[in-house]
């Protein structure tokens, strides 16, 4: 769309002119300086700078909140050590500057030893959010193949278990049979025993008054058989008990289900190893199957996975932050103002300096060249000679 007014000619002049001014001032501000910083560079490593503090923070957060146990006062504990980790964290950016415009090399090793402790402690940092990534899916791993050894151990010991079963209720049954083989020996002692024996007695009591009672005798085997039959009814009901508890134990002994629980466990095991990502690579490495890496190659892994990208993200913004600084090989160096010689004006640039040359030879002749070397004439064109203007007759007056 067009403008209804035209534009203000002198408005827009002042404003090119102020920015041309601001351009030779930043230049001249960095030539006295001797470095130009390039802050869009510094921009982006303070920016990721600002992303990995704050996720540092917030993985410290989840990590307290989930190991504090509900306990506030652990919680704000476990805050104070990665809030001073985040400072540290903050300083390898303008450290990273001072490297590059600092020209004393003990402050340059300094900053240099500042960027290397800054950079433990941001390595610290990532490294733990790493773990914190990998550890759920490791966790659910490690549960699945606990449960896989327990139901293995058991599948192993089944036949064992079951043969300790086997004697348990052959143990009770035998104890049961020799009380009911007691029992009826018991008994049939018992039955073969003559019956009681009653007769009459006759006599005078104290007073002269004659009596006549009933007087039953009994066999004194009696009582020891009768209670030996209780005894065995006692035993027997005991026995019993126990060989239907070692019966209900055997029954839950099957290899078969053991076995069934085996392959749940398996599968369980596999599916969780599948989930887990350090598992797949660690696997895709040794070129075996996820479900057969052990622990060690995973941990090792871990390491890698972990610890590599921590020391990269711990260096990244601070490599960036050193390139954002362009330094002159000397102070006040003005190379870069941006002035070249056209190619066309070479020639006139070359014949002004010889033409200073031959006047200087002029008015100072040096010596007869000698034997060791003469002395060349930048310029060996010879000057145009011009032919003497011939005399000019000057009329004679009549």
């Not at 540290?88 to 960027?115: H, M, N």
């Not at 079951?162 to 018991?186: C, D, F, G």
């Not at 007769?199 to 009596?211: F, I, K």
């Not at 990244?316 to 941006?338: N, Q, W, Y």
């Amino acid at each position: 769309m067009l403008q209804r007014t035209p534009p203000n000619r002198d408005v827009a002049r002042e404003r090119r002119e102020w920015a041309l001014d601001q351009n030779r001032w930043k230049h001249e501000r960095d030539v006295e300086r001797g470095y130009r910083i390039k802050w869009g560079y510094v921009s982006i490593a303070y920016l990721v700078e600002f992303m990995v503090i704050g996720a540092s923070l917030a993985g410290a957060w989840l990590f307290a909140d989930y190991y504090s146990d509900g306990d506030n006062r652990a919680f704000h504990f476990m805050l104070l050590a990665p809030l001073v980790y985040a400072a540290v964290e903050l300083c390898r950016v303008p450290l990273g500057i001072l490297a590059r415009t600092q020209r004393s090399w003990f402050v340059k090793g300094l900053a240099i030893l500042g960027i290397i402790f800054a950079a433990g402690v941001t390595t610290k940092s990532v490294s733990q959010l790493g773990e914190m990534m990998f550890h759920p899916r490791l966790m659910d791993a490690a549960k699945a193949k606990t449960a896989l050894k327990d139901a293995q151990a058991d599948r192993d010991s089944i036949d064992t278990r079951i043969a300790a079963a086997n004697a348990r209720v052959e143990q009770y049954a035998t104890e049961l049979e020799q009380i009911e083989k007691r029992s009826a020996e018991n008994a049939s002692q018992l039955a073969g025993l003559p019956a009681q024996r009653c007769e009459r007695v006759y006599g005078t009591n104290s007073r002269g008054v004659r009596y006549s009672n009933l007087k039953c005798v009994t066999d004194p085997r009696t009582a020891t058989l009768n209670a030996a039959v209780s005894k065995a009814g006692t035993d027997r009901g005991a026995v019993v008990k126990e060989l239907e508890e070692a019966r209900k134990a055997r029954g839950l002994l099957d290899r078969g289900a053991a076995d069934r629980k085996v392959a749940d466990a398996e599968q369980t095991y596999r599916n969780a190893v599948n989930r887990s990502q350090l598992h797949s690579f660690t696997a895709m490495v040794y070129g075996v199957d996820p479900i057969d890496v052990s622990d060690a190659q995973v941990h090792a892994f871990l390491r890698i996975f972990v610890f590599v990208p921590a020391l990269c993200a711990a260096f990244a913004s601070t490599i960036l932050a050193l390139s954002a600084v362009s330094v002159r090989k000397t102070f006040m160096d003005e190379d870069d103002l941006g002035a070249s010689v056209n190619a066309e004006a070479a020639p006139y640039l070359l014949a002004s300096v010889a033409e200073t040359v031959r006047q200087e030879m002029a008015t100072n002749p040096l010596k007869p060249a000698t034997r060791e070397g003469s002395v060349i004439p930048l310029d060996r064109r010879t000057a145009p000679v011009v032919p003497p203007s011939p005399p000019t007759s000057v009329p004679a007056s009549a």
